[in-house]
């Protein structure tokens, strides 16, 4: 063989190989992938109410954010919310810190200020989030359940909003926000409130009783959405929950005896038609 046979043979040889590792690391996933671009939160509903009170005028709001990535939290979000008067002068202004968005979900929210004078145009804003990626895929982040919810109407006008959160999760949740967002007969947001629950365990839900003072335009309820979340800006306390587990949905042993014997069944008809 001659050298310019062997320099020739290396060559083919090297440019073999590298084929074959470019081809093994396109099969095999160990390239970078390039994530898609995250998309921004949206603010879905807002409404807002304007009442009077002993110090000033009561301005209510209350809104739905959701995130449309479905392996990030939104964290550290922050609602800004402005209220003028009917000569467009800004009478009221708050920043309202709120609780982290979760993966593929929608964070409901409320929230109340004074003011010196009547608003008549209230805006809800809020600033981007910062993007935390999940630590478990979003099935993992199980709702809290609210049983036995009621809305009552007081004889001042306001509403009554009572129930229990129950916890899905080994771990004990410390502190949980309860969110009840009033609808018209159109499913139109109207009003809401919100309330603290703390210590809920798993098998031992927790009472909440919360109140909707005004709500907007003197519409009539005639639906309740009730929703538990974690409290904090940040996701870690529902990934704490996350990862120490769902218990399955019944623990309890039966507790009558079993049938002596089976029941039997009944045939069904054969279909003699031709």
């Known amino acids: 063989m001659t050298q310019r046979s062997r320099n ?3 060559l083919g040889l090297a440019l073999g190989v590298a084929a074959s590792l ?3 690391a396109g099969c095999g996933g160990e390239a970078p992938r390039r994530e898609r671009p995250l998309k921004p939160l949206v ?3 807002q409404t807002s109410s304007v009442a009077q009170g002993t110090g000033g005028y009561v301005v209510t709001w209350a809104g739905v954010i959701s995130n449309p990535n479905r392996w990030h939290f939104g964290e550290n979000v922050a609602a800004t919310v402005v209220g003028k008067d009917a000569s467009g002068k800004e009478v009221v202004r708050m920043q309202q810190p709120l609780d982290a968005v979760p993966p593929w979900g929608a964070l409901k929210f409320t929230g109340q200020a004074t003011a010196a004078s009547a608003p008549v145009d209230v805006k809800v804003s809020f600033r981007p989030a910062h993007w935390r990626r999940a630590a478990r895929i979003p099935s993992a982040f199980v709702p809290f359940p609210v049983s036995g919810a009621n809305t009552e109407k007081l004889g ?7 129930g229990a959160v129950g916890n899905p ?3 004990a949740a410390t502190s949980l926000v309860v969110t009840a967002l009033l609808r018209d007969k159109d499913g139109r947001l109207i009003g809401g409130g919100s309330t603290y629950v703390d210590d809920v365990r798993a098998g031992s839900p927790r009472r909440f009783v919360l109140t909707v003072d005004s709500l907007s335009g003197g519409a009539q309820v005639a639906r309740t959405d009730i929703a538990a979340r974690t409290w904090g800006s940040s996701a870690r306390p529902y990934e704490e929950l996350a990862m120490s587990g769902a218990v399955p949905p019944s623990t309890v042993k039966p507790r009558t005896p079993p049938f002596a014997r089976d029941r039997g069944y009944q045939a069904m008809p054969v279909d003699s038609r031709p």
């Open 8 to 10: 020739s043979t290396a």
């Open 22 to 24: 470019a081809g093994l």
């Open 43 to 45: 603010l879905k509903e």
């Open 156 to 162: 001042n006008g306001t509403y009554l909003v009572t």
């Open 169 to 171: 999760y080994a771990k």
